[in-house]
C-alpha cells in the first residue's frame, strides 16, 4: 500500500511537471515568432494593396497622347445581359472584373454573347491645367457607352455602329468623351457590345493634341476621297468621249472602293447618312462584294481577256461565281469567320493572269500589275485587320493601309490607261502609216503603168505610120511600073495579088493593134482590182485628192469639222453639213460599185475615149445604157476641159469635175 501511494505520488508530480513544461514551450514559441506572424500580415496586407494601386493609371503632365493596355484595364463578362451599373456596382460583382491576358496586351471583345464592362481607374500624378479626352479608335462597336462621374455620382454618355450618329457629344468619327482627371483615383466604367469580335483600344489624349491630330486626319482623308473623285469624274467624260466599257468599269471600281473606305473610316455614318444607323453594318457586308465585282469587270476589259486570253477569262469567271456565291451563302446562311481567303481568290488568279500576260510580252500590263500588287497588299492588311490578325502591328499604316494602296493604284491605273492609248495610238498610226506606203506604192506602179502605155501606143502608131507610108511608097512605085510595063500584065497580076495578100495582112495586124490599144490589154479588172480592191480603199483615195489641201464646208465656208455619219465623211461644225468624199465629184449619185466606176473612168481616159459602151459592159459586167450613162458624164467633163484649154494631167484629174445631172 506503501509504495502504491508512493508510485501515484510521483505519477501527479511528473504529470504536472509536463504540463508546466508544455505551456511553457507554447509560450516560448508565441513570444519567439510573433514578430514573423506580424511580418507576414503586413506582407499580405502590402502585396493587396501594391495590387490594387498596379491597376491605378497615373497620367503624367508630359504625356499627351498614349493607349490604356491591359495593366490598367479589368474586363466583366456579363452573358446574361441583364447588369445595370448600379448592379455592377455591387461588391459582390466587383470581384468578378478581371484581366485580359492578350498577345498585343489590349482587351478583346469575344463574342456578341456577353455584354463587357470594363473598368480604368485613372488618376494625374501631379495637377495640371490641361483638358484630356478619352478616345476609342474601333468605331465598329454597336453599344458604346461610357461612365464618368460628376457631381458625386456616374453619369452616362452614349456612342455606337448601331446609334444614331447624333447621340454623340464630339462630332468625330471615333468614340470621343471628356474625362475629368483629378490627382486622386477616378474610376471610369465602359459598357460595350458587338456583333462580331473587336479590340477594344482606348487612348487618352489632351484636347490640343486630339484637336491637332483629328484635323491632320480628316485633312489627309479629304485629300484621298478628292483623289478618288476626280480620277472617277474623268474617266467618265473619258468613257463619254471614246465610248469604251473599261473606263466605265473603272468609274464603277473607284466609287466602289470609295463606298467601301467612307463604311471603314466612318466619314460615311458622319457626314452622308447620319441619321441611318442600319447602312453601317448593310454596306459592311455588301460593299466588298461591289468592289469583287467591279474590279474583276474592270481587269477582265483591261486586260481583254475574252478576246486574247480565253482560258485565263474562264478561271476568273469560275472563282468569281464561286466567291459570289460563297460570300451570299456566308451572309445569309453562315456566320464563318474564315471566309476571306475565298474572297481573296478572284484577286489572286487576275494577278496570276496578269503576270502571265505580262511575259508574254504585252506592254499595257506592267503598270496595272504594279498598281494592283497596292492595291492587292493594301486588300489583304485590311482583311486580317477586321479578323484581328495584326502581323504588322497597329499603326497609322496598318489602319490606313486600304487608303493608301488605294490611291497609289488610282494614280498608277490612270497612267495604265494613259499609256495603254498612247500605245494603242502608236500602232494605229504605224499601221496608217504602213497603209499609206503601200498606197502611195500603188499610185506609182498605176502611174508607171499609165507610162509604159502611153510609150506602147506611141510605138505602135510610129509603125502604123511607118507601114503606110511603105505601102504609099510602094502603090507608087506599082503605078508608075504600072505605066512602063504595061507588056507585063502577068508578072503585074501576080505582083498586085501578093500585094493585096500583104494589104489583107496589114489590114488585119492594123486591127488587131488598134483593138489592143482599145481594150488596153496589158491592165485587166483583176490588176485593177489589186489596186483598189474595195469600196473603202476608193473612198480613201477619193478623201485624200478632195481634202488635200485641206477641209472647207460648200455650205458656209466654215474649216472645222468632226466625223459624219458615213465612212470618211466630214460633218461642218458649223452648219452640220454632212459631206461624202464622193460629194460633188463625177461620182456623185453613182448607181453602180465605185471601184467599177473608177475602172470604167481609168479605161475611157486610157483609150482617148474610144472604147466602145458594149466592150465596157463585157469588161465591167454592167449594162450598157449604165456604162452610157457614166460614159457621157466622163465624156462630158473632157470636152469641157477642152473646150476651156485645160490640160488633161491623167485620169485622177476627171475626178473632181462635176455635171450637172
Known sequence: MKLLIISQFYSVKYQIKCNFARKYIIIYCFMRYTYLYVFLG??????????????ILEVEDYQNDFFITNDHIEVYEDFEKRLSLSDVLLPENQKYFKTQNTSDNFPYLLTNQAVYWIKVTVKLKKPTTKRWVLENQDLHIDQFEFYKIDGGHYIKQDAGYALNFGVRDY?????????PLDTFPQTFYIKASAKNKYVLKLKIRTGSFFTSYALKEYFALGIFYGIILIMAAYNLFVYFSVKEKVYLYYVAYALSCCLIALSEDGLGFQFIWPQFYQLNHLLAMFSPL???????????????LKKNYPKINIAVNFTLTFSVLFFIIRIFFLNLDWHFPFYLLPFLVIYIGALYIMRAGQRTVRF????????????ILLILRLNNIMILGSSIITVYSFNIGLVLEVVILSYALSDRIGIIKQEREEALKQEKIAQKQ?????TLNEKLKDNLNKELEAKVLERTLELKEKNEEIATAFDKLNEQSAEIARINALLNKENVALQHDVQEISKARVLMQDIDVEEFSKIFPDKETCYLFLSDL?????????KCANNKFCDGRDYLSKRCTKCRHDESPTANTIFHKLKFPVTKAFYMLYLIYATKEKITTVQLSEILELRQSTCWSFNKKINDVIERKRKNKEELDGWSSLILETTED
Request: glycine fraction near 4%.
Open 42 to 55: 503586413v506582407l499580405c496586407l502590402s502585396l493587396n494593396t501594391f495590387a490594387r494601386q498596379k491597376n
Open 171 to 179: 462630332e468625330h468619327k471615333n468614340f470621343v468623351f471628356d474625362l
Open 290 to 304: 461591289l468592289l469583287l465585282l467591279s474590279f474583276s469587270l474592270y481587269s477582265k476589259e483591261f486586260l481583254e
Open 368 to 379: 496595272f500589275l504594279v498598281a494592283y500588287t497596292f492595291m492587292l497588299l493594301g486588300i
Open 442 to 446: 500603188m499610185i506609182e506602179q498605176l
Open 546 to 554: 478632195k481634202w488635200k489641201n485641206g477641209y472647207t464646208c460648200i
